[in-house]
């Protein structure tokens, strides 16, 4: 019953492949963001949906190409990895809507390019 | 653009005693700051949110103050045990634009039993 789930937890790979990470909330949030991460414990904004429109990217490299094919669900898929992609990366997602409310965080995907 | 300062970004401090962690936002038009915990591994986790129309809020031994004036708010940990240690984010948002959130730096906080 997790509230904004994941997959995967862990995902080693080696530079140059595609991967992707998907993520799914059940809590009927209308946004959804992808953070990254990195090795300082930055919390970085990448992309922002709200109900499926893209709202929000924040100079991420065309590699990263988000897609929402519903307002539940957020995925993230990345072309020719690099080292630098190294990092966590957190799915989250807030009421939106002209509303203060929180970001719920999934547990993370920890990316480990070789 | 936006920007969110946080200070220290560690922080040692004896068990049963007080933390204090100060953050400072640039955009005038944020009125929602949210604190998150992340322990090791862990996800950020929502342990208290102040809005821009409240300047003190508190939750058992956690408290907020936010100065809008100065564009400041913080966060207060009394009595802390060993169990608070983690990392600490504070956040600023607007519920107008794009509904963003910007993070602080993180403070790594270590209650020293």
């Known amino acids: 019953d997790t509230a904004v789930s994941q997959t995967p937890k862990y995902l080693v790979t080696q530079m140059g492949n595609d991967k992707s990470i998907k993520c799914e909330q059940n809590?009927?949030?209308?946004?959804m963001y992808w953070y990254k991460q990195d090795s300082k414990k930055f919390l970085k904004i990448m992309f922002s949906y709200n109900n499926k429109e893209l709202i929000i990217n924040e100079t991420v490299p065309n590699r990263f190409s988000p897609k929402s094919p519903d307002k539940a669900h957020l995925n993230l898929h990345i072309n020719s990895l690099e080292l630098g992609d190294s990092a966590v990366y957190f799915c989250a997602s807030s009421q939106g809507g002209g509303t203060n409310s929180p970001l719920h965080f999934g547990n993370g995907t920890r990316l480990t390019v070789t | 653009g936006e920007n969110v300062e946080q200070h220290p970004s560690t922080l040692s401090v004896q068990e049963g005693d007080s933390a204090v962690i100060k953050c400072t936002y640039s955009d005038s038009a944020s009125n929602y700051f949210p604190w998150y915990k992340q322990e090791l591994g862990k996800r950020p986790q929502l342990i208290i949110d102040?809005?821009?129309?409240?300047g003190e809020k508190k939750d058992q031994r956690i408290a907020v103050t936010l100065n809008k004036t100065a564009k400041h708010f913080s966060l207060h940990i009394t009595e802390t045990q060993p169990e608070d240690s983690a990392v600490y984010f504070c956040a600023a948002s607007s519920t107008s634009g794009t509904y963003k959130y910007i993070f602080g730096t993180g403070t790594r906080l270590k209650v020293l039993a």
């Open positions: 809590l009927g949030h209308d946004t």
């Open positions: 102040i809005r821009s129309n409240v």
